[in-house]
T-cell receptor, first 116, second 111 residues
């Protein structure tokens, strides 16, 4: 149980285009989903916290107009990188907390974004 | 923002040896968690230790927590080649369930 999926696993796009990444909790309802970014050989940096039905809370320094987050249901959150540029190339990982749980976050497999 | 540092940044050992990784953090915490990440993959939750606990075991893993020093250690005993991965500590503070990750330790276990 407690499986989180991400789609797509890899995406390559041209500079200036927008990319949408989906994060789904497959077998549980997630009140909260988190989005992280990870550059090569670095740690995970929290970008935003997403609660179902409300606006996401962004960490300091993360542009909310560039990284649009929608959490429309208890099983789906999406991250849209708008007008992507090469510096947005990174590994994006989502996680979800179980409706009935509190402390443990379940992580998706990640999405590798390459902007040419 | 990152909570603190982990050391060593990289660790290379032989199969059968023990691996110890350390994590330091800056603020008071509710709990501290350890995760493993295989190259280019998502994270796997290993163990959670609460702020009022000092030691916890899970299989070949042993985690200690010293809140007075704001530090934690992860010991992997009798390491295997399959333990090769990056290991991250992450802390949870305050009323939010946000994880703040340390810099990570890259462990290589050689057969």
């Amino acid at each position: 149980g407690a499986v989180v999926s991400q789609h797509p696993s890899r995406v390559i796009c041209k500079s200036g285009t927008s990319v949408k990444i989906e994060c789904r909790s497959l077998d549980f309802q997630a009140t909260t989903m988190f989005w992280y970014r990870q550059f090569p050989k670095q740690s995970l940096m929290l970008m935003a916290t997403s609660n179902e039905g409300s606006k996401a809370t962004y960490e300091q320094g993360v542009e909310k107009d560039k990284f649009l987050i929608n959490h429309a249901s208890l099983t789906l959150s999406t991250l849209t990188v708008t007008s992507a540029h090469p510096e947005d190339s990174s590994f994006y990982i989502c996680s979800a907390t179980h409706l009935a749980g509190y402390n443990e976050q379940f992580f998706g497999p990640g999405t590798r974004l390459t902007v040419l | 923002s990152q909570q603190g540092e982990e050391d060593p940044q990289a660790l290379s050992i032989q199969e059968g040896e023990n691996a110890t990784m350390n994590c330091s953090y800056k603020t008071s915490i509710n709990n501290l968690q350890w995760y493993r990440q295989n190259s280019g993959r998502g994270l796997v939750h290993l163990i959670l230790i609460r702020s009022n606990e000092r030691e916890k075991h899970s299989g070949r893993l042993r985690v200690t927590l010293d809140t007075s020093k704001k530090s934690s250690s992860l010991l992997i005993t009798a390491s295997r080649a399959a333990d090769t991965a990056s290991y991250f500590c992450a802390t949870v503070s305050g009323g939010y369930n946000k994880l703040i990750f340390g810099a990570g330790t890259r462990l290589a276990v050689h057969p």
